[in-house]
């Protein structure tokens, strides 16, 4: 039988994670197989936990969600070992993109079952952060900025929480000139942001990039040029269900590698943890990660 161990961020999901663990636990030892859990301190302390169970023969569960799955993912992208999601934080837009169950016992069923397919990873190089990998996302702009206000909501939680810091950073913002660069092509763009997406979703369920797939060797690239604040807040809900990208508004691209700068500092992020300022430089890692889905 299978050897999981588990990495918990315990500040994830709160009640619900640590109800959802002790469920799935349950279900997997009385399968038959193997469960050790450990719970981080930090995300570098969950790589770590990471990869030394990796380097075991253990197959790796990142509980929580998109930072540690995104961190975890990362740091466990080009090693072999398996990576198993557990969703128990405020995106979990990794796992619906690999369209992974709520229910615990359909999870478990996954995790025992399912046979490792592997999924391609984000490699994100910038002067702060020589070599980050990802899972999901990199994007460069308000969304930056939305999901910095996100992470510091403390009365919000969820899609609530992403769509307050929306706005927070909407009322804000002022177009920037980007040029980005995509598999030696260049292209200017002036508006509210650019997104490299492996995922087709991000911020709580927004379907950024609709045509995304995580195991196509490709990166969605999506430009949202200026517009006023009212279209763009239209843009916002449009994002439920992908239909932003039919609006002139919205270039999509597609490559395998891309730099992206600015005229002036513009933030990006990656998976909800990296917060950095452009110029960046984003590489996708074909097939270099096996996951239960």
Do not use: C
């Not at 998109?66 to 995106?91: F, K, M, N």
């Not at 993109?97 to 079952?113: G, N, S, T, V, W």
Request: aromatic residues 6%; hydrophobic residues 40%.
């Amino acid at each position: 039988m299978r050897q999981f161990t588990a990495v918990v961020n315990p500040t994830a999901g709160g009640s619900t994670g640590a109800a959802t663990l002790l469920q799935l636990a349950r279900l997997l030892r009385e399968a038959g197989a193997e469960l050790e859990t450990e719970y981080s301190h930090s995300l570098p302390h969950a790589q770590d936990i990471a990869r030394r169970a990796g380097e075991r023969g253990r197959i790796v569960l990142a509980v929580g969600g998109d930072g540690i799955a995104g961190g975890i993912g990362g740091a466990l992208s080009g090693t072999g070992t398996v990576l198993g999601l557990v969703p128990a934080g405020r995106g979990n837009d990794f796992a619906r993109a690999l369209k992974l169950p709520d229910d615990p016992a359909a999870l478990a069923d996954i995790l025992l079952r399912a046979e490792p397919r592997p999924v391609d990873t984000i490699e994100v190089e910038s002067a702060v952060h020589p070599r980050t990998v990802v899972l999901g996302s990199v994007y460069a702009g308000v969304d930056a900025v939305a999901n910095r206000h996100a992470n510091h909501a403390r009365l919000l939680r969820g899609a609530a929480s992403y769509y307050a810091g929306g706005l927070r950073a909407v009322t804000t913002w002022r177009a920037a000139d980007y040029r980005i660069t995509v598999d030696g092509e260049d292209h200017t763009h002036r508006g509210y942001t650019v997104v490299a997406a492996n995922s087709p979703y991000y911020g709580s369920g927004r379907l950024i990039a609709p045509d995304a797939r995580v195991d196509d060797g490709l990166l969605d690239v999506v430009m949202i040029r200026d517009a006023p604040r009212r279209l763009f807040f239209a843009l916002m809900n449009e994002l439920k269900t992908g239909a932003h990208v039919h609006r002139p508004e919205v270039r999509v691209l597609r490559g395998r590698e891309l730099r992206i700068e600015a005229s002036r500092p513009v933030p990006y992020g990656a998976d909800g943890e990296v917060d950095a300022t452009l110029p960046v430089t984003v590489r996708v890692r074909p097939a270099d990660l096996p996951m239960l889905y």
